[in-house]
């Protein structure tokens, strides 16, 4: 499938109250330093177990740049540490929800010997605590994870917040100060995360933000910060069961009507994709697949290309820990700035179960079936003997039954023996 998260530039961090509608999660911007060039995103992904006890979210994001040009904002509730996690866990939640089509069965280009053989085949398809800083500043947790160096900052003014992110060399773009605003007036903290320069990489390991409480709201507003036309994101949902969003309009691919082209040897689903994303204008969250989560992505086990391995199974037990046998629902969207001006909240939705995997019927510019002979005509080899010339056995179901040499010595006795006793 064409990778459609092209674009994101935000990071989500959770701020949830228990059994509350209040906001889970705050969306980070993602800022440059004042003397850096701009390092794109190319891709951002998105993982949130939701259960009673405690809401926990995983975010990854891929970009391009150099290192020293990446720095991370995110809102956080209660000066909450973020904790590392794996790439495997990502790897396996995309291995195990990516869409993979299966073609028809393709046409029949050869015939078979009639009296045996098959027709055709399947296509394959360290915390560091300090106290108030500048006076108006608290630093909840400063160090090292990892790739980063990371900070949690927090203060009831906003302008001693950003002075502090500039101070540190964090650049701040003023259009996104009346954001900062917004969240610090909601009691939020903010946790700063900059890729070390010892570290020459465009992918950040996936990062984890855990608090207690279930929480439903998931605010996109900072996403807007820095956006130009659009974003794509991808988030994946832990749960009790299916999850959807309540206040953006919500759709599926019309599986029923996919389409393989022999033709050209391709499928539609990037066109049916584009019919639902139209949906409400865009403004619109795209089921791909609901079902229970695989218990094998707890087992994923992946080599960097240093040689480096890594493991799934701490994620997957965190994600698990109080739902032991979740739901997974995967939910793509790409969204317009004008769309990130409100939260996400999500809620359980009706529906059946949507697999990885599809079996295509519906097909284009199929070539007609090679015309193959349905009678097997010599069924016991040529010349009529059991062990003659021919490859017929004799058990060819579609052949005109006619008995052997044998069969008819038998028949004749049969008749000759009708035949006397009819006379005695």
Avoid at 150 to 176: C, K, N, Q
Avoid at 315 to 342: F, K, M, N, Q, S
Wanted: charged share 20%.
């Amino acid at each position: 499938m064409t990778k459609r998260l092209c674009v994101a530039l935000c990071a989500c961090a959770l701020a949830g109250l228990p059994l509350a509608p209040a906001p889970a999660a705050a969306c980070g911007g993602f800022f440059m330093p004042p003397t850096g060039s701009p390092s794109p995103v190319t891709r951002h992904r998105m993982a949130i177990s939701m259960s009673m006890h405690e809401t926990t979210l995983w975010d990854q994001i891929q970009y391009e740049g150099a290192p020293e040009d990446f720095v991370w904002v995110l809102p956080v509730a209660g000066g909450v540490p973020v904790e590392l996690a794996d790439n495997a866990f990502f790897e396996a939640l995309e291995q195990h929800t990516t869409i993979v089509m299966e073609a028809p069965l393709p046409p029949r280009t050869f015939c078979n010997d009639p009296c045996g053989g098959f027709f055709g085949a399947a296509a394959e398809s360290g915390d560091f605590r300090g106290g108030p800083m500048s006076g108006e500043v608290t630093v909840h947790h400063q160090g090292a994870i990892g790739p980063y160096e990371t900070a949690t900052i927090g203060s009831d003014d906003p302008d001693a917040l950003v002075a502090w992110l500039r101070e540190h060399h964090y650049g701040v773009p003023d259009e996104v100060l009346p954001i900062i605003a917004h969240y610090t007036a909601q009691g939020l903290d903010f946790a700063v995360l900059r890729l070390s320069s010892n570290f020459g990489v465009d992918r950040m390991q996936p990062v984890r933000v855990t608090v207690p409480g279930f929480g439903t709201s998931f605010p996109l507003r900072m996403v807007a910060a820095g956006v130009e036309g659009s974003v794509g994101l991808e988030l994946f949902v832990f749960g009790e069961g299916r999850y959807g969003p309540m206040n953006f309009a919500s759709a599926e691919v019309d599986r029923d009507a996919l389409t393989y082209d022999w033709a050209s040897g391709t499928f539609d689903y990037e066109a049916r994709y584009a019919a639902a994303q139209a949906t409400a204008d865009g403004r619109v969250w795209i089921t791909e697949f609901a079902a229970p989560a695989p218990a094998s992505i707890g087992s994923w086990t992946s080599v960097s290309p240093r040689g480096e391995y890594h493991y799934a199974a701490e994620d997957w037990r965190v994600a698990t820990r109080h739902v032991p046998d979740p739901y997974l629902t995967r939910l793509t969207a790409d969204l317009r700035v004008e769309h990130l001006d409100e939260d996400l909240i999500l809620g359980a939705v009706a529906g059946g179960d949507l697999e990885a995997r599809i079996r295509v019927t519906r097909e284009l510019n199929r070539a007609r079936d090679v015309a193959c002979p349905t009678t097997c005509t010599e069924p016991y080899g040529a010349g009529g003997t059991l062990r003659g010339d021919g490859r017929g056995d004799g058990l060819c179901a579609t052949s005109p039954a006619r008995p052997g040499p044998w069969g008819l010595s038998v028949v004749l006795a049969l008749a000759g023996l009708a035949l006397a006793l009819r006379r005695r």
